[in-house]
């Protein structure tokens, strides 16, 4: 999935509904949701990200409030034949609790026997989730993602068999809604996967041919809610706590998957808990959000030492070529290659947090050039300093607006 969706027409704006009289349905204690036999204590959650929902992303969510965060998308395939990058994707500290993964692939015997191992060999895992959505050609063309939307039957019996291989553990699916606009599909698609034996399906309404273009349809959420006794959890368009709010309260949805909307704001996950509790969602400080930062660029380097390496499992295929270290190539950088691969890395993310802030402008035009965690301590210094005040060199930069994808 390429990061390039985060650019496409995603209005931001809106992004930082701060009144509670902007709380939809009633305020109060705040709702827990059941995920099978696990009660999640609220209905937010970090929805899966390729490329972007790594352990460090998902803990500063989890830290703000997500209630579960799924890994990406991780092969199926992959998992079975040892691929060089699977492993990676299932590290996490190991009191992320409940560690839910999202799995993919276009044989339902591969999709369960990946799940399988994931679950025996890299446990403990308390949920797992089945890719229907991804748009992307390399995995529709064969068969995987979003591909899976087009036959019902195709989909049950995946989902059946992933049920099969990882009970008692809870499966979930998510969808998109349909393959194109003549198969708008959601809702068949969701009753064939609670044929199958899901106990959720959360669903994008947006179809594979939109990718990312257009609205999301909430509509369909609704229909999806009404079509199926099992959870619907929502997603599409979230980009504030109040949006995320309203399409919860106006489609019956059990849960907001957030995903655009956290990226650089995982405080989003805050105001959503604030809003339902009847709160004001307290503003996020200068300090807060410099602190932030820094401590994802601290976690992404421990990332990227291998904090929280996987061994591969006893008889496990080796990945080709093999490396003495289990297949992460990162691991035979040295200290410094190892912080600049985690800064580069993290690039994505320092432009999405300094989006729509006075000084954002001129920090991303210095992103090429930071390279190291000082480097960007540095930046932050000069065009955010921590006493809040704004530099001469901004001054002029036009003040920050309603913020919008292309921020
Ligand atoms: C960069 C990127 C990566 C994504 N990766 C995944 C993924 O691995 N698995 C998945 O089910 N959905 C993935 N999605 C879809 C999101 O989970 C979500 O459903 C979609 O972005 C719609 O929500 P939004 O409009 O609030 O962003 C991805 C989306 C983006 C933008």
């Known amino acids: 999935m390429s990061i390039g969706a985060l650019q496409q027409d995603s209005p931001f704006e809106g992004r930082f509904a701060r009144s509670p009289a902007q709380a939809t349905g009633a305020a109060g204690a705040v709702r827990p949701v059941k995920l099978g036999n696990l009660t999640l ?27 579960i965060a799924h890994t990406e998308m991780i092969s199926s395939h992959g998992l079975v034949h040892g691929g060089d ?46 890719n229907m959505g991804c748009p992307v050609k390399k995995v529709c063309c064969h068969g995987a993602g979003a591909a899976m939307l087009k036959e019902p039957s195709i989909a049950e019996r995946a989902v059946r068999k992933v049920v099969d291989a990882v009970a008692p553990l809870p499966v979930t699916v ?31 309404p947006r179809t594979r041919a939109q990718m990312y273009r257009g609205r999301a349809d909430w509509g369909l959420i609704a229909a999806t809610k009404k079509a199926v006794k099992i959870a619907v959890w929502g997603s599409g368009d979230l980009f504030s706590a109040h949006e995320a709010r309203r399409m919860l309260a106006e489609t019956g949805a059990d849960a907001a998957r957030i995903a655009r909307g956290a990226c650089g704001y995982p405080w989003i996950f805050r105001e959503l808990l604030a809003l339902e509790r009847g709160e004001e969602p307290t503003e996020v400080t200068v300090q807060e959000w410099r602190a932030m930062i820094l401590r994802h660029v601290d976690l992404a380097v421990q990332e990227k030492q291998g904090r929280f390496r996987l ?17 992460h190539a990162h691991f035979e950088l040295s200290a410094d290659e190892v912080e600049r691969a985690a800064v580069r890395e993290l690039r994505k993310h320092l432009l999405w947090y300094t989006r729509g802030r006075r000084g954002g402008l001129a920090f991303r035009r210095l992103a090429p050039d930071l390279h190291t965690v000082a480097d960007v301590r540095r930046a932050l210094d000069r065009f955010f300093p921590e006493d809040g005040s704004v530099p001469a060199e901004v001054r002029d930069e036009p003040l920050p607006g309603p913020l919008t994808a292309d921020d």
């Open 41 to 67: 204590p609220n209905r937010y959650f970090l929805a899966p990200l390729a490329g972007v929902s790594d352990w460090p992303f998902r803990l500063l969510c989890r830290e703000m409030g997500a209630s």
């Open 85 to 130: 990058q699977t492993l990676s994707y299932l590290e996490r500290p190991p009191d992320e609790r409940p560690f839910a993964i999202q799995v993919f692939g276009h044989v339902a015997e591969v999709l369960a026997e990946g799940a399988r191992i994931a679950v025996e060999k890299y446990g403990p895992i308390d949920a797992v989730d089945i």
């Open 174 to 204: 998510k969808l998109r809604a349909g393959w194109d606009e003549e198969h708008r599909n959601a809702p068949e698609i969701a009753k064939a996967c609670e044929q199958g034996g899901a106990v959720a399906v959360g669903l994008h």
């Open 311 to 327: 061994v591969r499992a006893e008889g496990a295929p080796r990945p080709r070529p093999y490396r003495e270290n289990g297949g």
